[in-house]
């Protein structure tokens, strides 16, 4: 197993993450689309927007595993809300989800949360 990560995917455009991702199941984590759709994807597109998305594999204790990164931006709050989620490659186990937001101006983490 390698001891580096290395980046899968790298998408700031919204078009290009809709077809890599959404439409093509790029992300390979269905556990964490699900999450994007039921609380992200679902506000008005006035509310969310879609800043980035990074894919990676990196080494973990004992395995490879599979790294999302998800960046939205609320407009309601004015904050970066983001998903993140390891899964094992091995088996397809969700090691760890949360979902932060991040101040804009402070770069503060104001809100955490653990959803694994």
Not at 33 to 50: G, H, R, V
Not at 61 to 69: A, D, P, S, T, W
Request: charged share 30%; hydrophobic share 35%.
């Amino acid at each position: 197993m390698a001891n580096e990560s290395k980046v899968i995917h790298h998408i700031t455009d919204y078009n290009e993450f809709k077809n890599t991702c959404l439409d093509n199941d790029g992300m390979a984590f269905p556990e964490l689309e699900k999450i994007m759709y039921d609380y992200i994807l679902s506000q008005p597109a006035e509310t969310m927007k879609f800043q980035e998305c990074v894919i990676k594999e990196e080494p973990g204790e004992n395995e490879e595993l599979r790294k999302v990164h998800l960046t939205f931006r609320d407009f309601n709050m004015n904050n970066y809300i983001r998903l993140w989620g390891f899964k094992s490659n091995a088996d397809g186990r969700v090691v760890d989800m949360k979902v932060d937001a991040l101040d804009p101006e402070t770069n503060e983490v104001v809100y955490e949360r653990q959803l694994s």
